[in-house]
């Protein structure tokens, strides 16, 4: 359900369909190394392998590739990489560093392989690097916020795609744009190519100016329409002025109309996962399932938060299971829930639930009906519940807020709750007892939802009408009771629905 490799510490994971398989392929540093991604391991980051039937199980491979020798431009590490089979070869196109002047500076290798198992970098090698004329070739010290970064060449996280009206290859690379300010010059360059390994450096296909730095990038067509899918954060220094007013962080994409080099427009709703000031579910991409399905992946990021208890893993990330991903008619991209998930759990009866409080207003009828205006209410179940799947229709009467509670304590006074905000048009996750949310979703339906909240160990999946709109990490409360709240309002609660993982 959390996957990762054996012994070692997952970053950026990539996977294709192969015939009837799924592949993996991530960059992994030694668990010995604590893993810490920006220092301690120069020379000693390879690439993993793993293959799967469904998305959900895995088989580990051997590893393929690793860093090159001293004076190599992989000497120093490997960074994110992109996997394509053409013409019976697989080929591997990634990110190397050589450490060389004040921080690494990037390039993009390339490895083959005649059966996914045994590989050998091109000689060739590096095979495309940021051409000056449109790219910047050092981060100056105005736009440097992470002392780490300063003076370093950004070229990294190849993505490679086949036109199919040219038949020619492109590559999209995470670049910076000189012809923006330094704050916001993040920004994806292009190359062509006629056969994978000489490549022909373009101007950038997207550029907003909007971004210190994009990360992670996919491109991938769907319905006759192009998708860009990246990773951004404010950490670098530009504030993350979103479509969402709460998030900041996270998985975002835009969508273009005219083939893969654009222009690419900012979608209504920017947002794919949300990550309100840190990033938990990143690196995501997609995968092309058959029937047209695509599929959504990424790694989620297991670091306890202020206040937390401490991670029993010995993993900072791991790959949670995979879910659908929805296109609405105007082109809009929503990742959805994948009821695959439940192959792995059984149902349960209805809950039996109980007022906190005799003074609480609740009532059953078929559904239950709670009522209460001058603060919150609960009916929490009378039996502890762990790993679960737990869904709930919400019809608000009159009101502000009403949701689910989960691995609550019997008095309502620790654990979590997921809640529907009419007033400030939010789908939140938070701790009960506590007036700040801990991750919130723009909500934009007026007086009835179906909410969802998959609890698997530490981590907390919260859906709105089958959208994934939180994907969310809580280290401390393992069990618990499970109910309904309300806050400010009268809400009914149609059929509960219980599955246990087993």
Known sequence: MLWAPRDAHMGDPTIIRVGEEYHLFAEQSPASWGGDVNRGFAGVRTVCHAVSKNLFEWEELPNTICCGPEGSFDAYSIYHMDVMVHEGVWHMFYTGLDGGGPGQQQAIGL???????????????????????????????????????????????????????????????????????????????????????????????????????????????????????????????????????????????????????????????????????????GASRTVAGPDGERYFYGWLRLTPAEGDAPSRRPWKQVLPPPRRVRFLHDGQMQVVYHEGIERYASPLPSPDLRPVSAADHWRLDGRWTGKRFDGPSMVLSTTDHGDVVFSAHLRFLRGERAGVVLRSEATGSVGWQVVADRRLQRVEFGLLGSERFVDARHWTQEEQLDLKVVAYQESVEVYADDRLMIHQVRHRETSGALGLLVERAEAEFGPLRLMRFR
């Not at 899918?229 to 900041?248: C, E």
């Open 111 to 281: 490895a083959t392989s005649r059966d996914g198992l045994t590989w050998q970098k091109h000689p060739a090698n590096p095979i495309l690097r940021a051409d000056p004329r449109w790219y910047e070739p050092a981060i100056p010290r105005e736009a440097t916020y992470q002392e780490k970064d300063f003076g370093r060449l950004w070229f990294r996280d190849p993505c490679v795609i086949r036109d199919p009206r040219t038949g020619r290859f492109g590559m999209i690379v995470v670049a910076r744009d000189t012809r923006h300010h330094p704050d916001v010059r993040g920004c994806l360059a292009w190359a062509t190519s006629e056969d994978l390994v000489r490549w022909e450096p373009r101007p950038p296909i997207y550029s907003p100016g909007r971004f210190h730095t994009i990360e992670t990038p996919s491109l991938f067509e769907h319905g006759g329409r192009w998708y860009i899918q990246f990773m951004t954060a404010p950490h670098w220094g530009t504030p993350l002025l979103m479509t969402d007013p709460y998030q900041d962080a996270g998985d975002f994409y835009a969508v273009s109309e005219s083939g893969p080099e654009g222009p690419y427009l900012r979608p209504p709703d920017e947002v794919v996962v949300a990550a309100h000031r840190d990033v938990r579910m």
